[in-house]
T-cell receptor, first 119, second 115 residues
Framework: AQKITQTQPGMFVQEKEAVTLDCTYDTSDPSYGLFWYKQPSSGEMIFLIYQGSYDQQNATEGRYSLNFQKARKSANLVISASQLGDSAMYFCAMREGAYSGAGSYQLTFGKGTKLSVIP | EAGVAQSPRYKIIEKRQSVAFWCNPISGHATLYWYQQILGQGPKLLIQFQNNGVVDDSQLPKDRFSAERLKGVDSTLKIQPAKLEDSAVYLC?????????????FGPGTRLTVL
């Protein structure tokens, strides 16, 4: 079974509008972390936001926020006030064993969503 | 602070040839990762080093791929011999160490084309 599922291969959003990128995950480990990365056409993976499984509040970083619904195992990324520079691939990733100190700390990535911001 | 450096940025080889990639992590970062990203997919971990020891290489095709991290700093990833399906971007990442919040910093990647 897929550990990270991103069901939207591509999304379009008008500049200055908000957009939600979907991510669902599958794990039996109670301790895990969820990450979102942005990958522009240049290829480098840029960290955006992190949510721990025991965090009480939804994570926010500037224009990025994470809509964490633990019971539904979803961790959607919300980008507010989209900018042209937001056009890129977006990847959701999970690391299991985040709090236990165990595990290899590897990230398991989804297949990504290509976001295009329209002027 | 300098980021993760990788070279070369692009490489084109013929199948059955050998190729090597180099990575210099962020100074002081104990943990180093090599990922393979095939077109249209997310990155997949190949190998993880903690200092100069291997933590996880369960997804590394050991019959053709090898990696080393001498002195716990720079790392090289080698493919010998290459196959067509090895065409991908090879990403190197590093992180400060084994802490609960473990953001990984990625390099620009090496794009390999096997003909």
């Amino acid at each position: 079974a897929q550990k990270i599922t991103q069901t939207q291969p591509g999304m379009f959003v008008q500049e200055k509008e908000a957009v939600t990128l979907d991510c669902t995950y599958d794990t039996s480990d109670p301790s895990y972390g969820l990450f979102w990365y942005k990958q522009p056409s240049s290829g480098e993976m840029i960290f955006l936001i992190y949510q721990g499984s025991y965090d009480q509040q939804n994570a926010t970083e500037g224009r990025y926020s994470l809509n964490f619904q633990k019971a539904r195992k979803s961790a959607n990324l919300v980008i507010s006030a989209s900018q042209l520079g937001d056009s890129a691939m977006y990847f959701c990733a999970m690391r299991e064993g985040a709090y236990s100190g165990a595990g290899s700390y590897q990230l398991t990535f989804g297949k990504g969503t290509k976001l295009s911001v329209i002027p | 602070e300098a980021g993760v450096a990788q070279s070369p940025r692009y490489k084109i080889i013929e199948k059955r040839q050998s190729v090597a990639f180099w990575c210099n992590p962020i100074s002081g970062h104990a943990t180093l990762y090599w990922y393979q990203q095939i077109l249209g997919q997310g990155p997949k971990l190949l190998i993880q080093f903690q200092n100069n020891g291997v933590v996880d290489d369960s997804q590394l095709p050991k019959d053709r791929f090898s990696a080393e991290r001498l002195k716990g700093v720079d790392s090289t990833l080698k493919i010998q011999p290459a196959k067509l399906e090895d065409s991908a971007v090879y990403l190197c990442a590093s992180s400060p160490g084994r802490v609960s919040y473990n953001e990984q910093f990625f390099g620009p990647g090496t794009r390999l084309t096997v003909l």
